[in-house]
């Protein structure tokens, strides 16, 4: 069993910087699709980056692209998330997941969670 451990959330101002970590241990992955995602209060998670730890071929929303960078350390087995001019829109509650080897673009078959981490961005 995968078990996914997020860290590095905090409240920041506007045009401000996290950097969050996804320690993933229990896999049995070689390689693996790690992505992050969020959920604010009252809306739909959605996905906000993703990389394949083979080939660190990367994908990002829209709305976060030149702002969020994903990387990982392989002798870590940590994936991370930097966060870069932050705004309050940010706001939310960030997760980690996995899944086996495949479409890492696809943010709808991710099938291991970690219980997230808590980013608020303020004004």
């Known amino acids: 069993q995968v078990r996914l451990v997020e860290s590095g959330g905090d409240s920041v101002q506007a045009g401000g910087s996290l950097r969050l970590s996804c320690v993933a241990s229990?896999?049995?992955?070689?390689?693996?699709?790690v992505g992050w995602f969020r959920q604010a209060p009252g809306k739909e998670r959605e996905g906000v980056s993703s990389?394949?730890?083979?080939?660190?071929?990367?994908h990002y929303a829209d709305s976060v692209k030149g702002r969020f960078t994903i990387s990982q350390d392989s002798a870590k087995n940590t994936v991370y998330l930097q966060m870069n001019n932050l705004k309050p829109e940010d706001s939310a509650t960030y997760y980690c997941a996995a899944k086996p080897p495949g479409y890492c673009g696809d943010w709808t078959t991710f099938e291991h969670w970690g219980q997230g981490t808590q980013v608020t961005v303020s004004s």
């Open positions: 990389i394949y730890t083979g080939d660190s071929r990367e």
């Open positions: 229990g896999d049995t992955y070689s390689r693996k699709c």
